[in-house]
């Protein structure tokens, strides 16, 4: 059974860092691209973060730009978000996605591109 779970959220101050995890199980995640989503009470989800599975190519939202890094460990079979600088308003649940190896995510993370999902980890910032 394919199985996407993060883990790594929690509260922390303006300002702090953050890094949160998606590790895969019955697939690997080094054969997709894998996104990083948010969702905060009241609003539609958005994509964060992704990056690709055949050229490794990167994205970022540009409200996350240079605070937030996406990486790989394919030992581990997961994905980081690492987020630094947090922001109040970065507050939200997030979820890692996985969608297909020749996704372009040169223009973003489209969330219909992205079949399987996590359950999801709450990162609050607050003070």
């Known amino acids: 059974q394919s199985q996407l779970v993060e883990s790594g959220g929690g509260l922390v101050q303006p300002g702090g860092s953050l890094r949160v995890s998606c590790a895969a199980s019955?697939?690997?995640?080094?054969?997709?691209?894998i996104g990083w989503f948010r969702q905060a009470p009241g609003k539609e989800r958005e994509a964060v973060s992704c990056i690709g599975g055949s050229d490794g190519k990167a994205y970022y939202a540009d409200s996350v730009k240079g605070r937030f890094s996406i990486s790989r460990d394919n030992a581990k079979n997961t994905v980081y978000l690492q987020m630094d600088s947090l922001k109040v308003e970065d507050t939200a649940v997030y979820y890692c996605?996985?969608?297909?190896?020749?996704?372009?995510?040169?223009?973003?993370?489209?969330?219909?591109?992205?079949?399987?999902w996590g359950q999801g980890t709450q990162v609050t910032v607050s003070s």
């Open positions: 019955g697939f690997r995640l080094e054969y997709h691209a």
């Open positions: 996605a996985a969608g297909g190896f020749f996704l372009d995510v040169g223009s973003g993370c489209q969330i219909g591109e992205y079949e399987y």
